[in-house]
């Protein structure tokens, strides 16, 4: 057992962290991991470029927990710019600014996209996905709202955001032909 008193969050831009943070994705794509393990542990569907990762973190820093040095849980904060540079995210971008919360075009809005957020399996089950988010949530000055996409398959990442705050505003049909959630968490009340 861990004693997550000692896990600390912060924002990052730094090689060595994107480098760590690539290692853990890979660890839980669904390519890599059992259809057993994505079921019951959720899954990454996108395996980022790493020259474009970099690219995301200097123009919004991840949020990420280490655990002794070493990144055990990351939330990637991507603005809009990001859109057309991961192939898998394009549809979801097409599909956001097409839609409106609260009588507002989301086009128009303020807001950044989580461009993945993954625990490390250990750490599972410590809220470490609320806290990841909730320190995101310090960027509230300059977005009103954090929003991702969210395969339907993936109940246990659709229930997690879910309870820290997130609300389905939308779904639709990838051009994998997969269904997925858009969600959003307002944060400017």
């Known amino acids: ?31 890599t991991i059992s259809e057993e393990e994505s079921i019951s542990d959720g899954f990454l569907f996108v395996k980022h470029d790493p020259a474009t990762l970099l690219k995301m973190c200097e123009a919004e820093p991840a949020v990420v927990a280490r655990y002794q040095g070493k990144i055990i849980a990351y939330a990637l904060c991507m603005t809009r710019k990001f859109g057309s540079e991961v192939p898998e995210l394009i549809d979801f971008f097409n599909h956001v600014h097409s839609l409106s919360y609260k009588k507002k075009l989301l086009e128009s809005s303020a807001f950044v996209a989580c461009g993945q957020v993954c625990v490390h399996k250990e750490f599972r089950s410590n809220h470490l996905m609320a806290d990841l988010y909730c320190k995101m949530r310090s960027l509230n000055s300059k977005y009103e709202f954090c929003i991702t996409d969210i395969s339907s398959s993936n109940t246990r990442s659709l229930h997690a955001h879910h309870k820290v705050g997130f609300t389905t505003i939308d779904k639709y049909i990838n051009k994998y032909n997969e269904e997925w959630q858009i969600v959003l968490w307002e944060w400017r009340y």
């Open 1 to 31: 057992m861990h004693d997550i008193s000692k896990i600390s969050l912060e924002f990052t831009s730094a090689v060595e962290d994107i480098r760590q943070i690539l290692l853990l994705q890979s660890q839980n794509l669904r390519s």
